[in-house]
């Protein structure tokens, strides 16, 4: 093995290394081995070509995922449409029997039975003194969801009814019924909620691990019970951070860039924006770190920052075998950082990285997820990685924390690659179920294969001897990361 002197640092310092040194044990500041500042000076042609970090399985990374993501401490929140998305931390119990007393459910007239159609005296809460009992030759006018009074225990329809008479002008309610006839007879308790047929005094409404969705129905159970506040899992603070030379913010471009293509280099930052309109449609709080240059100053002020301010920092770009990929080494080394994974068996996203790094403050470590730069394997891998962990951290069970599989007819053959594959497509509902439309040409770096896909096709593996596509008119599992539509 060749021994090569390089000249590195800012002392110029000379250090004969053989080319099995250049490793991440060079990174790792091994007091024999060259500094990370130094390692940067080496020209690319001499560094390590083999990731130092083990190729982990789909299933593998996702266990780890859900492993070390633990949800977050509860808090108190009010009942409101900003507690949607959040999962309860404690049972919900009705303090007490709903509804309290027997309530109608139907607009007509309170009645005892048994009576005798005719004609009735009409009561109204104008004219029945609260708590006083119905006579028998009257009943109580009465609308849906009211109690009934005392002396009444069935309610007929007005529907089955017809004005008998009406107050004149002269005894002060003009217009209004004064008698009834009952055309029909009813039984005891017809068209009446009883007691505690919803709910009974100490009954479980709603249980610790639900989610409270965007829907309504876990709401109104709580506004149901009288419920202002209820315990849940905080849901997590999300930082974003981008990294690369190369990379533009969209409202900083200059205007060279905005009116013409020449002279320009620059590339448009789009993973931060798209994954910021992600997060914050999901109602997650959002942390613009904004963009790091290719230096370890730079990156580890903007780590740091995000890590101190965030439960969850989400990096892209960085994470692969480029000359200034970064983002694992200075995870290790200058944030004390575990990688539980630094590559991923999977296409698109095969750099996709996960660490824990310890907070300043001593409290529960920080999670990362360091995911590719470019714009497809970066959504990909938020879906399938990062949601789940936000999920989890929120309260989710690890069961729940995943986006769901679906089975989808595919319109068209998709060719298979040795790695498991995940296919941008468009599902949509049809008469005969639904299909599967690709988005076009699936390069990791093409960002118009995102644009209108609510689905990633799981594609298996190519295996030697088995089919190399999946062809036309099969079924295949499909993420569903957006809403179905026709």
């Known amino acids: 093995m060749p021994n090569l002197v390089c000249r590195a640092g800012p002392l110029g310092l000379s250090r004969i290394i053989t080319t099995t040194t250049i490793t991440t044990s060079i990174i790792n500041m091994g007091t024999k081995f060259l500094l990370l500042e130094h390692y940067l000076t080496i020209p690319t042609s001499l560094r390590n070509r083999v990731s130092p970090y083990r190729l982990v399985s789909m299933d593998e990374a996702m266990r780890l995922v859900l492993e070390v993501s633990k949800p977050l401490e509860p808090v108190t929140l009010d009942v409101n449409s900003r507690l949607a998305g959040h999962v309860l931390s404690e049972d919900v119990t009705a303090p007490h029997a709903l509804p309290a007393t027997p309530t109608t459910n139907v607009d007509g007239y ?137 990379l533009v913010d969209l409202q900083q471009q200059s205007s060279q860039a905005e009116g013409s293509s020449e002279g320009w280099s620059g590339v448009i930052d789009t993973n931060r924006p798209s994954l910021g309109a992600i997060l914050e449609g999901m109602g997650y709080e959002v942390i613009d ?126 060719p298979l690659d040795p790695r498991p594959e995940f296919h941008r497509v468009h599902v949509r509902i049809t008469s005969s179920g639904l299909k599967a439309f690709s988005t076009g040409g699936q390069r990791s770096s093409r960002v118009a294969s995102l644009a209108g896909a609510n689905g990633l096709v799981a594609l298996p593996a190519l295996v030697e001897g088995g089919p190399k596509v999946l062809e036309k008119g099969q079924i295949a599992k499909v993420v569903l990361i957006g809403e179905l539509q026709t």
């Open 289 to 414: 770190i904004g963009i790091a240059h290719d230096d370890i100053e730079a990156h580890v002020s903007a780590l740091s920052d995000g890590i101190s301010r965030a439960d969850v920092l989400v990096t892209t770009g960085g994470t692969s075998m480029g000359a200034s990929d970064l983002l694992k080494p200075l995870l290790e080394r200058n944030l004390k950082g575990t990688i539980h994974f630094g590559r991923v068996a999977m296409k698109p996203g095969k750099p996709t990285t996960f660490a824990s790094v310890p907070s300043a403050n001593g409290g529960r470590e920080k999670l990362v997820f360091g995911l590719p730069g470019n714009p497809a394997s970066a959504l990909v891998t938020f879906y399938l990685f990062v949601f789940p962990a936000l999920r989890r951290l929120g309260g989710w069970t690890p069961e729940g924390a995943e986006l769901p599989r679906v089975p989808v007819e595919l319109t068209e053959s998709l």
């Open 110 to 246: 309170a009645v005892q039975v048994p009576y005798k159609k005719g004609t009735f005296k009409v009561l109204t809460p104008a004219t029945l003194r609260l708590g006083s009992k119905v006579p028998s030759d009257s009943v109580y006018r009465i609308n849906t969801g009211a109690p009934l009074p005392p002396g009444t225990n069935a309610v007929i329809m007005v529907e089955d009814t017809q004005v008998g008479s009406q107050f004149s002008a002269e005894e002060g309610e003009e217009g209004e019924e004064k008698t009834v006839e009952l055309l029909a007879e009813v039984d005891v308790g017809e068209n009446v909620r009883n007691a505690g047929s919803d709910v009974r005094a100490g009954d479980k409404v709603l249980a610790a691990g639900d989610v409270i969705s965007g829907l309504g129905g876990e709401i109104g159970a709580l506004a149901f019970v009288g419920r202002r506040q209820v315990k849940a899992y905080r849901k997590p603070v999300v930082a974003l951070l981008s990294t690369g030379n190369e």
